[in-house]
């Protein structure tokens, strides 16, 4: 019923940027915030970024400054453009849509390793 596709998680040294982009390739149901999560070996799934339809963005701390999402409403996709990343940015990366139901759906997660 939902499907989120992601792309352009890969290996980075300390320093480097990427950018994970996610697009909604099939909903049923109408959604309003737009995010992602990451999750780190050993560790809990935590919020990275998340970003409302009008544009109002929140991050997480630990990336505040060095992380920026966007979206594009005309084509249902999310980007998170990440620079100056550090070794314990390394997990894997999750995009999510808030329904105007209530619930949450998921990617399947990009792996983003950094590591020299």
């Known amino acids: 019923q939902v499907r989120l596709v992601e792309s352009g998680g890969g290996l980075v040294q300390p320093g480097g940027s990427l950018r994970l982009s996610c697009a909604v390739a099939?909903?049923?149901?109408?959604?309003?915030?737009m995010g992602w999560y990451r999750q780190a070996p050993g560790k809990q799934r935590e919020l990275v970024a998340t970003i409302t339809r009008d544009g109002t963005t929140n991050y997480a701390t630990s990336v505040k400054g060095r992380f920026t999402i966007s979206r594009d409403n005309s084509k249902n996709t999310v980007a998170l453009q990440m620079d100056s990343l550090k070794p314990e940015d390394t997990a894997v990366y999750y995009c999510?849509?808030?329904?105007?139901?209530?619930?949450?759906?998921w990617g399947q997660g990009t792996q983003v390793t950094v590591s020299s």
């Open positions: 099939r909903t049923i149901f109408g959604f309003d915030n």
């Open positions: 999510t849509i808030d329904h105007y139901n209530g619930q949450r759906s």
